[in-house]
């Protein structure tokens, strides 16, 4: 019962109602914010109807159908009434909405019964069939339609009544945006924090600290990093191998320059140019350390928001474009190194904290580097002789190489000297490193690749033993240099603490619980990632391929603390950049409105075309329930990224409705422009079929997308 949920949040922690009631506000926001882009869509039809002298005998929102169990007769609506010959009201269906004329109705099935209404004298509200499905009486009829009917009305007027509903959704999607901007839009600019190893971005020489102004034919000088993302998304939807023209500022200078897509492994419609987002030298409000990392161990909740002053002395300058780079990449560049910080809370005091190096959990096992997989053009590799292929096997002072013993070593940025393996014989190469800032982690374990940028190679991180420590191992088989990984996962009998059933550690533990896959999409580094916050002796059972002959080997093992290697990423979260752009006029409001407009009908307009192309995946298309969950992801986010939403979301019904399919606004304007051109209507008995077909098509299609919605929700 409600009143029992109630008395139960009334004796919960006040947080607790708090919680509560911010979500109904939130999703009532939602709702309300759906429901008006779809009443200033029937209001444009409602206008134009009455505007021409049209009888409306409905206007609702949702559908009302009349709904039955046996006997038991369910309310159609949640809210009606009656005003003048209209009855307006709220439908239990809220899938849309509609307006009902005489002579007009979407439902294939009443198509001829409308068309005879249509021809009756008496064309009151008594001569349709009621609400309990019984019969009036018949009235008289005529050759001639009713005058206040929608198919008594001149072609012209009919046309503007059905493009109408288009027209003002454009129009509120316009003032949507127009408000946003006045009210102020936040954004995530596009200045570019970091590069992905190895990616597109970071072959081409990206240095960190320019924005993007440009990319694939759209410009902006406040460019949102959103929106860059999904430009790059669409141009490689369109085509994946095209290169997309990027332009970048760097305070005056101007660079421009044609990058590649890279691929996402597991996401092969998902295409990226390998930037990351740049981070203020502030500690996020949102979370301050990762659990279990060096920075949780020195950084408290009384540190949100706080701003990292100095590093080991060094002042941060906090009016250069992106002060935290410096200390960026001297954490990653000095992983062995404690680093005095200076952070100046937000009340003001400042205090000093030590950030020790972020200690390694591990499983006993060491990987092997895998080839080189790209080169920074023009960079030291690339002249001192390294080539796409060649595979390092040994480096002066490694006594035993693997990929984490390499990066640590190159992590100093010193003259060093590699034996490459190339097409079956040794060569020797010699790097000096240069000047190339490292500002984020040199893995990407979702590509499993990994590069310290001052040497400019890029090598994959392979699923091949290069050693394993027998002291981790529990039981079974040991693991043997060349062993290759297979398969990994937690064992039932482990006891975790109690910290590990709450968030987020139990998230770790529940995705360590499936097997852990090991391939493009699930890597081997990606699972030494994940181990990080996990106790001191929790098990695991490993599955590895040996020799010619593939035999599976199972082990046992545990995890234990590294005494050997440490990691480079220490856990402090910094916040992003920010940034809100404002219209400082009205007039500049509207611009930015129309043009904001305009771009998510062209996103609208694209994306149908590599629909129809079949350059997107069924699993992209989203329904009701999705456009719910964006919904609310977008009025979580505050005022004016809702507005925002809605604009895209009036664009995208717009379109959709004025799509020429039987049963849309967009139908009916054929129908209509048939009947401008010949001047009759369509055969009834042909409009007939093609709307029953239209109206089988929407329904088979909103059948897909609900289920789409559903099969995404549960992966």
């Not at 619980?513 to 181990?531: D, Y």
């Not at 998510?600 to 699993?619: E, P, Y």
Request: aromatic share 8%; hydrophobic share 40%; charged share 20%.
């Amino acid at each position: 019962m409600l009143t029992d949920l109630l008395l139960l949040l009334a004796e919960a922690e006040p947080s607790g109602m708090e919680v509560f009631w911010a979500q109904v506000l939130l999703w009532t926001r939602v709702a309300l914010g759906i429901g008006v882009v779809i009443f200033v869509h029937e209001l444009g039809h409602f206008v134009a109807a009455k505007t021409f002298g049209v009888k409306c005998e409905k206007f609702y929102i949702g559908f009302d159908p009349p709904l039955k169990i046996g006997p038991i007769k369910l309310p159609s609506s949640l809210a009606k009434f009656r005003y003048g010959e209209t009855e307006y009201g709220i439908g239990v269906i809220p899938l849309g909405g509609y307006v009902k004329m005489l002579g007009q109705d979407d439902d294939p099935r009443k198509l001829k019964q409308e068309s005879e209404r249509a021809k009756q004298i008496e064309n009151d509200e008594e001569g349709f069939e009621n609400e309990d499905g019984d019969d009036e009486a018949a009235p008289q009829l005529s050759e001639e339609f009713d005058p206040r009917s929608l198919p008594a009305k001149p072609v012209w007027q009919r046309m503007i009544i059905m493009s109408a509903g288009v027209f003002m959704n454009v129009i509120t999607g316009v003032m949507f945006a127009a408000i946003a901007f006045m009210y102020g839009v936040p954004y995530t600019p596009t200045i570019v924090g970091s590069v992905v190893p190895g990616g597109p971005a970071w072959q081409a020489d990206l240095e960190p600290g320019g924005q993007v102004v440009s990319v694939a034919g759209m410009s902006d000088s406040q460019m949102r990093f959103r929106d860059m993302k999904l430009e790059v998304l669409h141009s490689g939807l369109e085509d994946s191998d095209q290169a997309l023209p990027v332009t970048l500022k760097y305070g005056d200078e101007t660079r421009s320059l044609d990058l590649p897509m890279m691929s996402v492994p597991g996401q092969k419609n998902h295409r990226l140019i390998g930037v990351g987002m740049a981070h203020r030298a502030v500690i996020s409000e949102q979370e301050v350390a990762v659990p279990k990392s060096a920075a949780d161990s020195v950084l408290t909740e009384e540190d949100r928001g706080a701003t990292i002053v100095s590093f080991n002395g060094t002042e941060i300058d906090q009016n250069t474009a992106v002060p935290s780079l410096p200390l960026l990449d001297y954490v990653y560049t000095h992983p062995r190194e404690a680093i005095e910080l200076v952070v100046k809370r937000t009340d003001g005091t400042e205090h000093q904290v030590t950030l020790p190096a972020q200690t390694n959990k591990w499983v006993g096992i060491r990987i092997q580097p895998g080839p080189v997989t790209a080169l920074v053009k023009g960079g030291p590799a690339e002249k001192a002789g390294l080539k796409v292929g060649d595979r390092v096997i040994a480096a002066d002072g490694i006594e035993e190489l693997n990929v984490g013993s390499l990066l640590l070593k190159l992590a100093g940025e010193q003259p060093v000297n590699l034996t490459v393996q190339r097409d079956g014989a040794e060569e020797s190469i010699s790097i000096t490193p240069s000047d190339a800032l490292q500002t984020s982690e040199p893995l990407d374990s979702v590509r499993h690749i990994a590069a310290v940028n001052a040497y400019g190679f890029a090598f994959e991180i392979s699923p091949t033993i290069a050693s394993f420590d027998k002291s981790m191992l529990v039981d079974g088989d040991q693991p043997q240099p060349g062993d290759v990984l297979k398969e990994v996962v937690l064992v039932t009998d482990n006891d975790f603490p109690a910290e590990y059933s709450k968030a987020p550690l139990n998230m770790v533990v529940e995705q360590l619980s499936k097997p852990w896959k090991i391939s493009n999409k699930e890597t081997s580094w990606g699972f030494f990632e994940s181990i990080q916050t996990l106790p001191v002796g929790t098990k695991f059972r490993l599955l590895c391929s040996r020799g010619d002959t593939q035999k599976i080997i199972e082990s046992t093992i545990q995890v234990g603390s590294d005494s050997d290697q440490v990691r480079f990423d220490r856990g402090f979260v910094l916040a992003p950049y920010s940034a809100v752009r404002t219209a400082e006029t009205f007039g500049e409001a509207v611009n930015l409105g129309i043009r904001e407009g305009k771009i998510r009908m062209g996103d609208v307009f694209r994306f149908l075309k590599m629909l129809v192309t079949g350059r997107v995946a069924a699993n992209m298309v989203g329904g009701p329930i999705r456009i719910f969950q964006v919904a609310g992801y977008e009025a979580e986010r505050g005022i004016s990224s809702q507005l925002l939403f809605l604009t895209m979301l009036s664009m995208n019904l717009a379109i959709l409705n004025f799509l020429p399919i039987p049963v849309l606004d967009g139908g009916h304007m054929v129908f209509l422009m048939y009947e401008a051109i010949r001047g009759r209507r369509v055969n009834e008995e042909i409009e007939f079929r093609l709307t029953l077909a239209g109206g089988l098509m929407l329904l088979a299609l909103m059948v897909f997308v609900f289920f789409n919605d559903i099969v995404n929700i549960s992966s």
